[in-house]
Nanobody
Framework: QVQLVETGGGLVQAGGSLRLSCAASGNFVRFNTMGWYRQAPNKARELVAIISRGGGTVYADSAKDRFFISGDNALTTVYLQMNKLKPEDTAVYFC????????????????WGNGTLVTVSS
């Protein structure tokens, strides 16, 4: 079983910064990709950023040039550095992994954390 746990959320004033972390545990070696989604009140969950095994990244327009995703060498832990935060960034941020590798096999499985709340005050 795989578990993803997000940490680092909290209350911050507009213009400030936060760093979110997602640590994975379980029977695995690495994931194909890891990323962050967020869900604001009364809105659908949306992509924030994704990082692949080779280090390639994808950012939502709302996050580019302000947010930066990174991971460890095995891509089993990811971080989201959030700068110049805006009230519109207020949301629950979810960590996700897609594609699971064990020591000898690949499984087309996705996992989600339970989220961490980020609140940005104006």
């Amino acid at each position: 079983q795989v578990q993803l746990v997000e940490t680092g959320g909290g209350l911050v004033q507009a213009g400030g910064s936060l760093r979110l972390s997602c640590a994975a545990s379980g029977n695995f070696v690495r994931f194909n990709t890891m990323g962050w989604y967020r869900q604001a009140p009364n809105k659908a969950r949306e992509l924030v950023a994704i990082i692949s095994r080779g280090g390639g990244t994808v950012y939502a327009d709302s996050a580019k040039d302000r947010f930066f995703i990174s991971g460890d060498n095995a891509l089993t832990t990811v971080y989201l550095q959030m700068n110049k935060l805006k009230p519109e960034d207020t949301a629950v941020y979810f960590c996700t992994s897609k594609g699971l590798w064990t020591t000898g096999e690949y499984f087309d499985m996705d996992f989600w954390g339970n989220g961490t709340l980020v609140t940005v005050s104006s």
